[in-house]
Nanobody, 126 residues
Framework: QLQLVESGGGSVQAGGSLRLSCVVYGHTHSTPCMGWFRKAPGKEREPVAAMDSGLNTRYSDSVKGRFTISQDNAKNTLYLQMNSLKPEDTGMYYC????????????????????WGQGTQVTVSS
């Protein structure tokens, strides 16, 4: 059973930066897809960024150019570097993994991820 543990959330002012981390415990296949999602109060959960084992990435339009997803396989860790943060980026951020994933990069934000972390809160004040 996989376990995902996020960290790195916090409170920042608009324009600031945060880096989220997600450590994956347990065995994954050699072709995982991993992603970051967020849920703001009163809104549905939405995809933020995702990447596959070939290091293809996809971003939602709202974060493109500001956020960067990356991974360190040696540390079994997924990252989300968030720059130029805006108040509308506020929410609970979750990482997720589909351990054996064979999809075209264009759909990375839309697939059904199978395992989820508990989330880390990000609050951006104006």
């Amino acid at each position: 059973q996989l376990q995902l543990v996020e960290s790195g959330g916090g409170s920042v002012q608009a324009g600031g930066s945060l880096r989220l981390s997600c450590v994956v415990y347990g065995h994954t296949h050699s072709t995982p897809c991993m992603g970051w999602f967020r849920k703001a109060p009163g809104k549905e959960r939405e995809p933020v960024a995702a990447m596959d084992s070939g290091l293809n990435t996809r971003y939602s339009d709202s974060v493109k150019g500001r956020f960067t997803i990356s991974q360190d396989n040696a540390k079994n860790t997924l990252y989300l570097q968030m720059n130029s943060l805006k108040p509308e980026d506020t929410g609970m951020y979750y990482c997720a993994i589909d351990p054996g994933c064979w999809v075209v990069p264009a759909v990375l934000l839309r697939i059904g991820y199978k395992h989820w972390g508990q989330g880390t809160q990000v609050t951006v004040s104006s």
